[in-house]
């Protein structure tokens, strides 16, 4: 099981949803403020986020019987909102941030 939530204080992203993509595969859609559970066999994968053609960066971990990896994500917020331009063309693979914290 893989656990990802979005957090709520960003202004840019607050009424779109980001599409979250499990090893390649769209395994469903995150809204702010709403955690997402989804089932995965132990071993190796990657876990990242998009949003029309801007995304995240890419996350690989592994996962064991029994345990559930937490992740958190997000996107543009504090000053990053005023370069917001740069993000959507030239920074695109990294208008959204995820990064595990079970850790």
């Known amino acids: 099981m893989v656990r990802i939530s979005r957090i709520s204080r960003q202004y840019p992203d607050r ?5 979250v993509i499990l090893d390649g595969s769209d ?14 066999q132990p071993g190796s ?15 690989s971990f592994e996962t064991f019987e029994g345990e559930a990896p937490e992740f958190r994500c997000g996107g ?8 917001g331009l740069w993000y959507i063309t030239f920074g695109r693979n990294r208008y959204l941030w995820l990064k595990r914290v079970d850790f």
């Open 15 to 19: 009424l779109r949803t980001y599409q």
């Open 45 to 59: 994968h990657t876990l990242s986020l998009k949003i029309d053609w801007c995304r995240s960066n890419e996350v």
């Open 76 to 83: 543009l917020t504090g000053l990053k909102v005023f370069v």
């Open 27 to 40: 395994v469903g859609s995150l809204s702010r403020g709403e955690t997402l559970e989804f089932k995965t």
